[in-house]
């Protein structure tokens, strides 16, 4: 359920590479040191204001991002958000629609969710110049996805059980809340910043990460040995799927490390049969 089969097209008909060699070929000024911004999705859950779509997609191409993901919004494509994009046309018609977040990052290694609320405990809340300096070596590797919650809700629990970390634009104390395209704007500022101040050179992996479907299959297989070893009951799971999966999504598994873990897992499951 977790992989990439829901994408729904609403803007250009066209397979995710090829949108992004689009978008490069046409982008003058985009470099080498630019590259990992390339790599970056942004992503808008249920977004209800067209005018924000247009607008979030005018902040992303002043920063030179062009990856535009768009899960179940109300209104898209509408004139109100080719009206804001203000030239960031291509943008809209490049922008991929999905039915839910799972599919519009399963792709993804690194998933970075926002928040306007402080209460977000359970999960390393960060700045956004934290998150750009943290992101930008690994964009330089990875698919990474910035996902930005809905104009009256914000993301829901599931929705940041799915993100790696959180990111906090720090604001008044007692009005937190930005506009939409505001806080992409700002993210996507840092972001740049990041890149091009400190081109990804040190902080390489060996190694690719795992992305969020093949976490999403470790995790169901995770419980489904823990069900067999009468460790995890479903009927009463009470916190125990949500903080395994926050565990999986804050540790950058490696796609070799969650080979080893599966392995064990199916060891476990011969085991088990054998007995
Ligand atoms: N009432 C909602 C606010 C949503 S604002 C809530 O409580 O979450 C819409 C979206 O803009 C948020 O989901 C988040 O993605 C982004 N946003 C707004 N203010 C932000 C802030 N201070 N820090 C980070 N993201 C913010």
């Given at each position: 359920m977790h992989a990439g089969l829901s994408r729904l097209q609403c803007g250009a008909i066209l397979p995710d590479k090829t949108a992004n060699a689009v978008m490069s070929a046409n982008s003058s000024e985009d470099s080498n040191a630019l590259d990992p911004l390339t790599r970056v999705r942004i992503v808008l859950v249920e977004p209800s204001h067209p005018g924000n779509i247009g607008a979030s997609a005018r902040a992303m191409k002043a920063m030179g991002l062009s990856d535009l993901a768009l899960v179940k919004p109300r209104e898209f494509p509408a004139a109100a958000a080719t009206a804001r994009a203000s030239g960031a046309d291509d943008i809209l018609v490049h922008a991929k629609c999905y039915d839910s977040l799972q599919s519009a990052i399963a792709a993804c290694g690194i998933v970075i969710g926002t928040t306007a609320r402080e209460r977000h405990l359970e999960w390393p809340v960060v700045t956004p110049r934290e998150m750009a300096e943290w992101l930008a070596p690994?964009?330089?590797?990875?698919?990474?996805?910035?996902?930005?919650g809905r104009e009256q809700a914000g993301l829901s629990n599931a929705e940041m059980a799915l993100c790696h970390r959180m990111v906090r634009i720090p604001t008044s104390a007692d009005f937190s809340s930005l506009n939409l395209a505001q806080a992409v704007q700002?993210?996507?500022?840092?972001?740049r910043n990041a890149v091009v101040v400190s081109p990804a050179t040190g902080a390489r992996v060996d190694e690719p990460l795992a992305t969020t479907a093949e976490l999403a299959a470790a995790l169901d297989h995770l419980q489904s040995v823990m069900i067999k070893v009468d460790f995890f009951n479903p009927e009463r799971p009470r916190?125990?799927?949500i903080r395994l999966q926050r565990l999986l999504n804050r540790s950058e598994l490696k796609r070799s490390e969650v080979q080893i873990l599966r392995g064990f897992l199916t060891a476990i499951e011969e085991t088990l049969a054998d007995h």
């Open positions: 690994r964009a330089a590797q990875e698919e990474c996805a910035l996902v930005f700002i993210c996507a500022y840092e972001l916190l125990l799927p």
